[in-house]
């Protein structure tokens, strides 16, 4: 049973950065791409960034751009969001999730594995 397991959420003032973590098992980790989503109160859930089996290819949504960074340590089953520059609009449940694939998209329905979220509050 794949279980991905999200931490590093927390409160933090605008203009801060915080490191979000995503540990996954049950899976060959490095086979399969991993994205980052994330769901404001009141929104629908939102593509933030998705990276490849590899880490060679990396795909930014548009409100990530610039601020957010994504990386994975295949030997760790981790894959990680470096936010930078933290606006109130950035509050947000953040959720991993495993594609059925190397390169994974910005589709929701392109994922078959997610973790519970971790609650991400900036304030301003």
């Known amino acids: 049973q794949v279980q991905l397991v999200e931490s590093g959420g927390g409160l933090v003032q605008a203009g801060g950065s915080l490191r979000l973590s995503c540990v996954a098992s049950?899976?060959?980790?490095?086979?399969?791409?991993m994205a980052w989503f994330r769901q404001a109160p009141g929104k629908e859930r939102e593509f933030v960034v998705v990276?490849?089996?590899?880490?060679?290819?990396?795909y930014y949504g548009d409100s990530a751009k610039g601020r957010f960074t994504i990386s994975r340590d295949n030997a760790k089953n981790t894959v990680y969001l470096q936010m930078n520059s933290l606006k109130a609009e950035d509050t947000a449940v953040y959720y991993c999730a495993s594609a059925p694939g190397r390169y994974g998209s910005s589709r929701e329905s392109d994922y078959d594995y997610w973790g519970q979220g971790t609650q991400v509050t900036v304030s301003s």
């Open positions: 049950g899976r060959t980790f490095s086979s399969y791409a």
């Open positions: 990276i490849s089996w590899s880490g060679s290819t990396i």
